[in-house]
């Protein structure tokens, strides 16, 4: 199953590299920023499809990606409680697979300009599908596991307090990302840049670890 995972976050690596081109970019891009649009700072990913090939490119690489996640959901432990786990679990899995799918584009990407505009929108969509990410995970394994004590006194609570303590650490560094190293970039390119890279390659890691984990709770350990 994890091959799957591995081509699903390949597919959402695409989309980014696709969505972050806006009519204007272009390959050979200035090194220095323009003039600020005062109506610009705000827009998402979806106003800048260059054309509608690009668009129905961008929607045919996102629903493949969708369908590679459905068989985490129509086996396992998802299936115990029914099409509403199955749902959570499901809204689950998209946010893990777009935000583990943001590292690889911001990693290489080496013009000034285009790092900044896109870790901005990365971080501006960010808010949304983690926020779903969080909660649909908490209600799913609030109702896979019924009482929060089991937390604490079953082999399967233990793991999913690690993989939660690594959860926190990965949102603090995307924090520290967000709020600090990318508004930075536009003073002080070159530094910003190694600090951003490592950050990123440390969320990697806890990205890792966390996949590791989840694989333990659904491969190795069972329901209390």
């Known amino acids: 199953m994890h091959w799957l995972w591995s081509y699903h976050s390949s597919c959402t690596v695409n989309v980014a ?6 009519p204007g970019w ?9 003039p600020e649009d005062p109506g610009s700072s705000g827009e998402c990913f979806g106003h800048h499809f260059g054309s ?3 668009f129905i490119n961008s929607f045919m690489k996102v629903f493949a990606a969708g369908l590679i996640l459905l068989p985490f959901v129509i086996v396992g432990h998802s299936t115990i409680n029914g099409f509403l786990t199955q749902i959570l679990i499901y809204i689950h899995l998209i946010g893990i697979s777009y935000w583990i799918g ?5 990693l290489n990407m080496g013009n000034k300009i285009e790092l900044y505009d896109v870790a901005i929108k990365f971080g501006n969509l960010a808010v949304a599908y983690i926020l779903f990410l969080l909660v649909s995970g908490l209600m799913s394994f609030y109702l896979l596991l019924g009482d929060l004590n089991l937390l604490f006194i079953s082999n399967y609570g233990n793991i999913l307090l690690m993989k939660m303590v690594f959860v926190i650490l990965l949102l603090g560094l995307g924090a520290l990302n967000k709020y600090r190293l990318v508004p930075s970039i536009k003073d002080n390119f070159g530094n910003s840049k190694k600090k951003l890279t490592r950050s990123i390659n440390i969320e990697i890691v806890f990205a890792l670890s966390i996949l590791f984990l989840t694989s333990i709770l659904t491969t190795s350990v069972t329901l209390p």
Request: no cysteine; net charge positive.
């Open 17 to 22: 590299v696709t969505l972050r081109r806006s």
């Open 102 to 106: 943001s590292f690889l584009p911001l």
């Open 52 to 54: 509608k090939n690009d």
């Open 26 to 34: 272009s390959p050979g891009a200035p090194k220095e920023f323009p």
